[in-house]
């Protein structure tokens, strides 16, 4: 009897500890996986094919001067720009180097009086017009994800016309002139392919001689221009 008693008790002291530890299991935290961390995001690439456009202005400084020197003064003009830009970039690493060409629109009319070795000649007026302006550039500088910052340098063209046209009626040849600039910029991928920016450019064009006046026959002219416009561009 005593031996039936004493396994009745055994078990059931097993049977109310087996029940404890179960209890005690489903009280303790449960041990998850973390969740994934989150991925980064992709770092922006430049390389590729770009077009775009581009509205601006320009400041320009044409100075006369008689060929064998003397009395020179400065015809300014200033105009709005507008225009387009087709080019390519390629990156390494962190450096970006490129190609762009462009071609812009002007409205340049300036004009002030003329003035010879007595001073300003009273009731003249000499002018310069310029109607267009394009460059070819090499461009190279440093990517920061989404931001490009960059300098640039290549050669420039345009074309000019020069005339007095009061008092003395006459002009002297202009036409297509060569020259080069520099300048530079930024840029920023707003969405994948599309891109806005802001640059300056430096142009020179150097000094001509005119021919085809009257009085005088020849005049020679230098001519450089500053240029600061807002791109926005489709990158393929």
């Known amino acids: 009897m005593s031996n039936v008693f004493a396994r009745s008790a055994i078990a059931s002291f097993a ?23 989150p991925m980064a995001p992709a770092v922006y690439n430049w390389t590729g094919f770009y077009i775009g456009g581009q509205l601006g202005g320009s400041y320009g400084g044409n100075t006369w001067a008689p060929p064998a020197g003397g009395v ?13 830009q087709l080019g390519y970039n390629y990156q390494i690493g962190q450096f970006v180097l490129g190609a762009e060409g462009d071609l812009s629109g002007l409205d340049v009319k300036a004009d002030r009086t003329c003035i010879n070795g007595a001073g300003p000649v009273a009731g003249s007026t000499c002018q310069v017009t310029q109607n267009w302006l394009a460059s070819a550039r090499g461009r190279a500088g440093v990517a920061i994800d989404r931001v490009f910052l960059y300098t640039d340098g290549g050669v420039a063209f345009t074309d000019y016309n020069f005339a007095e046209t009061t008092l003395n009626v006459q002009s002297w040849s202009g036409g297509q002139r060569t020259g080069w600039t520099v300048g530079l910029g930024a840029e920023y991928a ?31 002219f230098s001519d450089d221009e500053n240029t600061l416009v807002a791109k926005l561009s489709y990158k393929f």
């Open 15 to 37: 049977i109310l500890a087996l029940s404890a530890v179960a209890a005690s299991a489903a009280d303790l935290p449960t041990h998850k996986s973390p969740p994934p961390a």
């Open 72 to 84: 020179s003064f400065d015809v300014v003009g200033t105009s709005f720009l507008y225009g387009g």
């Open 190 to 220: 707003i969405t994948d392919h599309v891109t806005a920016g802001v640059e300056y450019n430096y142009y020179d064009f150097g000094s001509a001689i005119g021919s085809g006046g009257n009085n005088p026959t020849t005049v020679k």
